[in-house]
């Protein structure tokens, strides 16, 4: 019954490699988002999809890249991992036609030594 | 820009007492949406409640309620009858209704309900 999954939960990776973390939901919305939490707790969008069409892009680095193979996924992408990218990943999802609310992944918690 | 402030890094509530969460706004758009989120410690966000800037009452769910003060540009999150299961981290966010996907959150203040 898991509405929004993300896999892996936990990541430790050293730094330079280049890693992926998926995102499904199955609510069959239209719209997909990745958040980054830093460790001050600040949530902060990174990309939304819709419909395969990338709608924004808050000023990220161009080694993160969001790759979605369907509505139901919206995976992320990060090259050349820096030290900085740690943080708590979420994912979420909302209907085109209702934006009253965004239902949000576990989070996937990166760590980069 | 939109912009969301939560000033209460911190807060502590007794048990069964009500509590108010501070979030206040800043956009020039007339057409948006406040919402709250809690985090708790196993980490996921969940969706607690939502106010339209023209909604003209204010929302509430369950002992959720929102005061929604659109003058002051102020939305607050106000939790009756506190539980030890409310400790977490809250978050405030918005959204303005012309760029739907673009969704801006407060810092966040962490509730800790004693016994």
């Known amino acids: 019954d898991t509405a929004v999954s993300q896999t892996p939960k936990y990541l430790v990776t050293q730094m330079g490699n280049d890693k992926s973390i998926k995102c499904e939901q199955n609510?069959?919305?239209?719209?997909m988002y990745w958040y980054k939490q830093d460790s001050k707790k600040f949530l902060k969008i990174m990309f939304s999809?819709?419909?395969?069409?990338?709608?924004i892009n808050e000023t990220v680095p161009n080694r993160f890249s969001p790759k979605s193979p369907d509505k139901a996924h919206l995976n992320l992408h990060i090259n050349s991992l820096e030290l900085g990218d740690s943080a708590v990943y979420f994912c979420?999802?909302?209907?085109?036609?209702?934006?009253?609310?965004?239902?949000f992944g576990p989070g996937t918690r990166l760590l980069v030594l | 820009a939109q912009k969301i402030t939560q000033t209460q890094p911190g807060m502590f509530v007794q048990e069964k007492e009500a509590v108010t969460l501070d979030c206040t706004y800043d956009t020039s758009d007339q057409s948006y949406g406040l919402f709250w989120y809690k985090q708790p410690s196993s980490g996921e966000m969940i969706f607690l409640i939502y106010?339209?800037?023209?909604?003209?009452q204010n929302a509430t769910e369950g002992r959720y309620s929102l005061n929604f003060q659109k003058a002051r540009k102020s939305a607050n999150l106000v939790i009756s009858a506190s539980q030890l299961g409310d400790s977490a981290m809250y978050f405030c966010a918005m959204r303005v209704m012309y760029n739907n996907n673009d969704m801006r959150f407060g810092a966040g203040t962490r509730l800790t309900v004693k016994p």
């Open positions: 979420a999802s909302s209907p085109w036609d209702n934006q009253e609310t965004q239902y």
């Open positions: 999809y819709n419909n395969k069409e990338l709608i």
């Open positions: 609510l069959g919305h239209d719209t």
């Open positions: 106010q339209g800037s023209y909604d003209e």
